[in-house]
């Protein structure tokens, strides 16, 4: 099983500063590496996919790299509406298909 | 529009039982992989099932395997999961997600249901 772990827990940023969320893996998927995003209540949102393409609709504020076992994901400008729980997902040797552990953004 | 649609979640007793449904609309269903995944309450993503497009391959977690079924009926465009022997850390909201084949990340998901188990 291919463990994935993301760093930090929690990040607190204020409106408007960058933020960048890790995610490791424990072995190489290559790019097959998908970031979510989840706010309260909701279901999980498909951010990013391929390591680094952006989803249908998603703002170009959000951009993923990384390869191999080492993962970025970086909101470049944070607004209002980004502040919430971000999870990455490896989907390249499974099963299982195994999610990270989440980093909570929070408003500083 | 795609839309997934879960419901059965509920209630139940240690060592019961529940089927979850999701309804699926705005995309050729029989085409999709899907997937249940959960999340227990305050807690991150765990993949449960997943179900080729045509029913004949499935695979399950390891803290599922034997306790849990997942199928389809691509004519009601419907999924299911099956849920017995069912335990307190089962409970979770459980989601529904699509894949398109190959090697591919999770596109749709589902609102989701909550299943307690709980005397």
């Known amino acids: 099983e291919i463990v994935m772990t993301q760093s930090p827990a929690t990040l607190s940023v204020s409106p408007g500063e960058r933020a960048t969320l890790s995610c490791r893996a424990s072995?190489?998927?290559?790019?097959?590496l998908a970031w979510y995003q989840q706010k309260p209540g909701q279901a999980p949102r498909l951010l990013i996919y391929g390591a680094s393409t952006r989803a249908t609709g998603v703002p170009a504020r959000f951009s993923g790299s990384g390869s191999g076992t080492e993962f970025t994901l970086t909101i470049s400008s944070l607004q209002s509406e980004d502040f919430a729980v971000y999870y990455c997902q490896q989907y390249n040797n499974w099963p299982p298909l195994t999610f990270g552990g989440g980093t909570k953004v929070e408003i500083k | 529009e795609v839309q997934l649609l879960e419901s059965g979640g509920d209630l139940v007793q240690p060592g019961g039982s529940l089927r979850l449904s999701c309804v699926a609309s705005g995309f050729t269903f029989s085409s999709y992989v899907l997937n249940w995944v959960r999340q227990a309450p305050g807690m991150g993503l765990e993949w449960v099932s997943i179900i080729s497009g045509n029913g004949d391959t499935t695979y399950y977690a390891d803290s599922v395997k034997g306790r849990f079924t997942i199928s389809r009926d691509n004519s009601k465009n419907t999924l299911y999961l099956q849920m017995n022997s069912l335990r307190a850390d089962d409970t979770a909201v459980y989601y529904c997600a699509t894949k398109r084949v190959g090697t591919n990340p999770f596109d749709y998901w589902g609102q989701g249901t909550l299943v307690t188990v709980s005397s």
């Open positions: 072995q190489s998927v290559g790019s097959n």
